[in-house]
């Protein structure tokens, strides 16, 4: 049986993601980091990781994303603030938090899917929901007071509004460069 690494997803403007690469090169210039970035046409926040599912649920869960969206309408999100997880003292991801308008919204879309994607054999997130951009994952960590200074400096920064008017289904390959993203299906709210 074959498989296909999978996640759902809210795509970013290349408007904020060009804005989030500005920071990332603002970045590599402080506290000696070894960082893999996440290119800025790559860039998105995650709903529902999948993981890995057989090809021929992909049309199911299609379906079941277009169901779970029927009632959304488009909405807005900002792009604002980086931050890390777990936190600025080991840092292993550099993000940008997502806001959405109105408030709640992700974080409901990301449980209904939770809950609407079991029956096709896939697990429920047991972590709360964080809505974010990840911008960097951190390979190595040198300087923790630059790097803290860095993020603190940038709490209050804004990349960007956007009208999100759809949801991807994504698929995820690994490569030696990171991650590589593709469209698998566009889902119209």
Not at 43 to 64: A, C, N, Q, S, W
Not at 65 to 75: G, H, I, S
Not at 87 to 103: R, T
Request: net charge positive.
């Amino acid at each position: 049986m074959r498989t296909i690494r999978t996640f759902i997803a809210v795509p970013i403007s290349l408007k904020i993601a060009s804005r989030l690469e500005r920071a990332q090169l603002a970045c590599r210039d402080v506290a000696r980091l070894r960082v893999s970035w996440v290119p800025p046409e790559q860039m998105h926040v995650t709903l529902k990781f999948l993981g890995e599912i057989p090809y021929e649920t992909l049309p199911d869960v299609t379906r079941t994303l277009e169901a779970a969206t029927r009632e959304v309408k488009p909405f807005r999100i900002r792009v604002a603030r980086l931050g890390t997880f777990p936190d600025s003292e080991s840092p292993k991801v550099i993000w940008a938090g997502v806001e959405d308008e109105p408030a709640g919204l992700l974080a409901t879309l990301a449980e209904t899917l939770n809950h609407e994607l079991i029956p096709l054999g896939i697990r429920r997130e047991r972590r709360p929901f964080s809505a974010h951009v990840t911008v960097g994952r951190v390979k190595r960590f040198e300087d923790p007071e630059g790097f803290e200074r860095f993020i603190r400096r940038r709490k209050q920064n804004e990349y960007g509004k956007q009208v999100i008017e759809e949801l991807h289904l994504m698929s995820s390959e690994m490569t030696s460069s990171g991650s590589h993203y593709d469209v698998v299906a566009r889902v119209r709210l």
